[in-house]
């Protein structure tokens, strides 16, 4: 893997990680795998956390 591509990596596990558990964990757990909030995707705060993640963990 490329210097910058690790370097970005780094930056997604540091700081985009973290931020994106801490603000579902503050979320009601029935709204988080419940509520729609994306119309669009049908998607809830569950499926994007979720494919957030998959993104990361896809990063070349």
Same mark, same amino acid.
């Given at each position: 893997?490329? /210097?910058? $591509?690790?370097?970005? =990596?780094? +930056?997604? &596990?540091e700081?985009r *990680? !973290? /931020? !994106? &558990? %801490?603000?579902? =964990? %503050? =979320?009601?757990?029935?709204y988080? +795998?419940?509520?729609? *909030?994306?119309?669009? +995707?049908a @998607?809830?705060?569950? &499926?994007?956390v !979720? %494919? $957030?993640? $998959? @993104?990361? @963990?896809?990063?070349p």
């Amino acid at each position: 893997m490329p /210097e910058s $591509q690790f370097f970005t =990596l780094n +930056k997604l &596990i540091e700081t985009r *990680i !973290l /931020e !994106l &558990i %801490s603000d579902y =964990l %503050s =979320l009601d757990p029935n709204y988080a +795998k419940n509520a729609i *909030i994306n119309s669009d +995707k049908a @998607s809830t705060s569950y &499926i994007m956390v !979720l %494919s $957030q993640l $998959q @993104s990361i @963990s896809d990063f070349p």
